[in-house]
């Protein structure tokens, strides 16, 4: 079992930033990929980006290249979401979630363990 919880969420104005965290507890994570997703009112969960946690290799959603900035402390077992350029459409329920797989995963069904979200909401 992998334990999740994100904090750092909150209100930020358009172009501001934010720093989430996804502390792990419970399995080592030498093989998973660790996952970052958020959710909108009335849409669906979408994939932000993921980070290997050996090699620490990362992938972005084309929507956050540039902006968002994923990685990762070993010695905290945490993973952070680095979100800077923030817009109006980041707004939502941000979800850190891990998988054991040697490939990345972009689909939420393919992800074992989620945390409960923290919500982010971007002021226009």
């Known amino acids: 079992q992998v334990q999740l919880v994100e904090s750092g969420g909150g209100l930020v104005q358009a172009g501001g930033s934010l720093r989430l965290s996804c502390a792990a507890s419970?399995?080592?994570?030498?093989?998973?990929?660790v996952g970052w997703f958020r959710q909108a009112p009335g849409k669906e969960r979408e994939f932000v980006g993921a980070i290997r946690w050996i090699g620490g290799n990362t992938y972005s959603a084309d929507s956050v290249k540039g902006r968002f900035t994923i990685s990762r402390d070993n010695a905290k077992n945490t993973v952070y979401l680095q979100m800077n350029s923030l817009k109006p459409e980041d707004t939502g329920i941000y979800y850190c979630?891990?998988?054991?797989?040697?490939?990345?995963?972009?689909?939420?069904?393919?992800?074992?363990?989620w945390g409960q979200g923290t919500q982010v909401t971007v002021s226009s």
């Open positions: 979630a891990a998988t054991e797989s040697v490939i990345v995963r972009t689909l939420p069904r393919n992800y074992d363990y």
């Open positions: 419970g399995r080592a994570l030498s093989r998973y990929f």
